[in-house]
T-cell receptor, first 117, second 111 residues
Framework: GAVVSQHPSWVICKSGTSVKIECRSLDFQATTMFWYRQFPKQSLMLMATSNEGSKATYEQGVEKDKFLINHASLTLSTLTVTSAHPEDSSFYIC?????????????FGPGTRLTVT | GENVEQHPSTLSVQEGDSAVIKCTYSDSASNYFPWYKQELGKRPQLIIDIRSNVGEKKDQRIAVTLNKTAKHFSLHITETQPEDSAVYFCAATNTGNQFYFGTGTSLTVIP
């Protein structure tokens, strides 16, 4: 149980285009989903927290107009990188909290590697 | 906000030896401290966690200790095996709505 999927697993796009990444909780209802960014050999940096049906809460320094997050249902959250630039190239990982399970435990998706050329 | 520091950044041990990774946190309100193992290119996996009302927790070869007064917690891996080689992250949260991660420790177990 507690499986989180992410799609796509990798994507290459041209500078200036937008990319959408999906995060799904497959066997539980995720009241809260998190989006992280991870650079090579570095830690996970929390970008934003999203709760189903409400606006995402962004961490300081994260541009909400550039990284659009939509948590449309209890099983799906999307991250759209708008007008992508090479510096947006990174590993993006989502995670989800089970609203019915252990209070704070989060389950991670497999990640999406974004390369902007 | 919370600031989590993790040491060491790299650690090499001989197979069968123990490995210890330490984290400190700044927010005394933090009350949940998970540890994650991440293999290259893969997702972080929760390996053990501890809540602030507990001082120690053990699961087979893995244990975590928490010192609330000093605001630090440690991961202990005994009888290390090559498959324990990975990057380990600690994290802290006080609400479950924001997790703050340490900088990671790259553990190498030498056969």
């Amino acid at each position: 149980g507690a499986v989180v999927s992410q799609h796509p697993s990798w994507v290459i796009c041209k500078s200036g285009t937008s990319v959408k990444i999906e995060c799904r909780s497959l066997d539980f209802q995720a009241t809260t989903m998190f989006w992280y960014r991870q650079f090579p050999k570095q830690s996970l940096m929390l970008m934003a927290t999203s709760n189903e049906g409400s606006k995402a809460t962004y961490e300081q320094g994260v541009e909400k107009d550039k990284f659009l997050i939509n948590h449309a249902s209890l099983t799906l959250s999307t991250l759209t990188v708008t007008s992508a630039h090479p510096e947006d190239s990174s590993f993006y990982i989502c995670s989800a909290r089970d609203g019915q399970g252990a209070a704070y435990e989060q389950y991670f998706g497999p990640g999406t590697r974004l390369t902007v050329t | 906000g919370e600031n989590v520091e993790q040491h060491p950044s790299t650690l090499s041990v001989q197979e069968g030896d123990s490995a210890v990774i330490k984290c400190t946190y700044s927010d005394s309100a933090s009350n949940y401290f998970p540890w994650y193992k991440q293999e290259l290119g893969k997702r972080p996996q929760l390996i053990i966690d501890i809540r602030s009302n507990v001082g120690e927790k053990k699961d087979q070869r893995i244990a975590v200790t928490l010192n609330k007064t000093a605001k630090h917690f440690s991961l202990h891996i005994t009888e290390t095996q090559p498959e324990d080689s990975a990057v380990y992250f600690c994290a802290a949260t006080n609400t479950g709505n924001q997790f703050y991660f340490g900088t990671g420790t790259s553990l190498t177990v030498i056969p």
